[in-house]
């Protein structure tokens, strides 16, 4: 499985952005994904997970207002879009996948098997 994100750039305070992530391979639909984030010198930390079964959704607490995680099987494609950005939301983001057939979407990165690039989210004050 391969990942690939995109839809990052440079963005002002209070507008939206919507980050995609694209798989290859036939696995997709049976994989439950997160996306994570690592801001600048600090760790990377969980922003929301969608699990292949029912599409039932888990997000991290800072996030759960802002921020919508979807999936589109027929693109082999997962979505985070997110609204009202700050400063502190810069980051680069990062899609990730679990083996097929977990069902979970823990927020520990550890859970998750495949990984792709990243892309950078700058949002300006």
């Known amino acids: 499985v391969q990942l690939v994100e995109s839809g990052g750039g440079l963005v002002q305070a209070g507008s939206s952005v919507r980050l995609s992530c694209t798989a290859t391979g036939r696995t997709f639909v049976k994989s439950s994904m997160g996306w994570f984030r690592q801001p600048p010198g600090k760790e990377r930390e969980f922003v929301a997970g969608i699990s292949w079964i029912n599409d039932s959704t888990h997000y991290a607490d800072s996030m759960k207002a802002r921020s919508t995680i979807s999936r589109d099987n027929a693109k082999n494609t997962m979505y985070l879009q997110m609204n009202n950005l700050k400063p502190e939301d810069t980051a680069v983001y990062y899609c990730?996948?679990?083996?097929?057939?977990?069902?979970?979407?823990?927020?520990?990165?550890?859970?998750?098997?495949?990984w792709g690039p990243g892309t950078l989210v700058t949002v300006s004050s």
């Open positions: 990730a996948a679990r083996k097929p057939r977990y069902s979970g979407v823990p927020s520990q990165d550890n859970e998750y098997t495949y």
